[in-house]
């Protein structure tokens, strides 16, 4: 299978380490934005091709695109990838608004393509061993409770790297965790709450945020985000469930006392990216909806867009 990579920021460059672990798979065009940094990924990575914009890659052939461009962009993208015949995945968040998410929504169900949101929360293997517990019927979630942290004051991405556009807590960093209770649970959000902070005067978003789910059973999920904090980054998962509390760190899982969990048997790779990859292209060889699709994906886009006007 050819696969474009449109994006050559840190998703860009954990998307296509990834592919090079999947078999029967050839990355054959790089998309970027500037000429020196696009050139220097591409042979970093093997690429015989790069451009530095979509239409030109176009001109390549190749079956299906990754998108780990500027959030900004994820739309436009999607649309042009699909009515060019091509499946995308695009990375979280799909959209920034959900009039964007379901216009990519409505060209998938035109196109009939594999069109899929990158929720890797979802295939980290340390997530992956809770949901099997739960379809297992061996667990039943009681509260989620989440924190995600950055020390993000200016614009730079996850590799500490200057970036050219505002990252959001809301529409990026929450859609994870908004996502991932609805998933685990197997229920519909029927209630949010929601706070942020003050306006960063330069970035124009909020910088800290706390946000309320519930489930229609009454299954409850706390959400704190900052882009403030100055200490341990990432988000941190806490299930407390019925028989027993778990903490996940990205693809590490561990017991309410610390206690770490084996699940290096839970995939066939511990890389939750790779598992993401892997599910989309098997859903394209297999012509079936992925899991994560962005029919799946849109139920927490709508959450996303009430929290927003609840907030303002």
Request: net charge negative.
């Amino acid at each position: 299978m050819k696969i474009c990579v449109v994006g050559n920021g840190a998703f860009g460059k954990k998307h296509l380490d990834a592919l090079s672990n999947i078999e029967d798979v050839e990355v054959v065009c790089l998309v970027g934005r500037r000429e020196e940094g696009t050139k220097k990924v591409a042979e970093q990575f093997n690429v015989p091709n790069y451009t530095l914009t979509l239409e030109d890659a176009l001109k390549y052939d190749f079956d299906a695109a990754i998108i780990t461009s500027p959030t900004q962009i994820h739309a436009e993208q999607a649309i042009a990838l699909m009515n060019a015949g091509k499946h995308v995945m695009i990375e979280i968040p799909m959209a920034d608004t959900l009039e964007d998410a379901q216009a990519i929504v409505d060209v998938q169900k035109k196109t009939r393509l594999v069109a899929m949101a990158g929720h890797t929360r979802r295939f980290n293997p340390s997530h992956q061993y809770i949901h099997n517990k739960i379809k297992a019927g061996e667990l039943n979630i009681q509260q989620m409770d989440v924190q995600t942290y950055f020390f993000r004051r200016t614009n730079t991405n996850a590799l500490g790297e200057p970036r050219s556009w505002t990252d959001h807590l809301l529409w990026h960093h929450a859609c994870h965790t908004v996502d991932l209770f609805a998933y685990q649970t197997g229920e519909e959000i029927v209630e949010v709450q929601g706070m942020q902070g003050p306006i960063h005067p330069e970035l124009g978003i909020a910088l800290d945020m706390s946000i309320g789910l519930k489930t229609a059973s009454g299954k409850l999920c706390t959400l704190s985000l900052s882009f403030n904090n100055d200490g341990p980054l990432g988000t941190f998962f806490r299930y407390i469930c019925d028989k027993g509390t778990f903490i996940a760190r990205y693809d590490d899982l561990f017991t309410g006392k610390e206690e770490q969990i084996d699940v290096s048997k839970v995939a066939v790779s511990m890389n939750g990216i790779e598992l993401q990859d892997r599910e989309f292209i098997s859903a394209i060889k297999e012509k079936r909806e992925p899991n994560a699709s962005v029919q799946q994906a849109l139920s927490a886009m709508k959450i996303l867009d009430l929290l927003e006007k609840k907030m303002k």
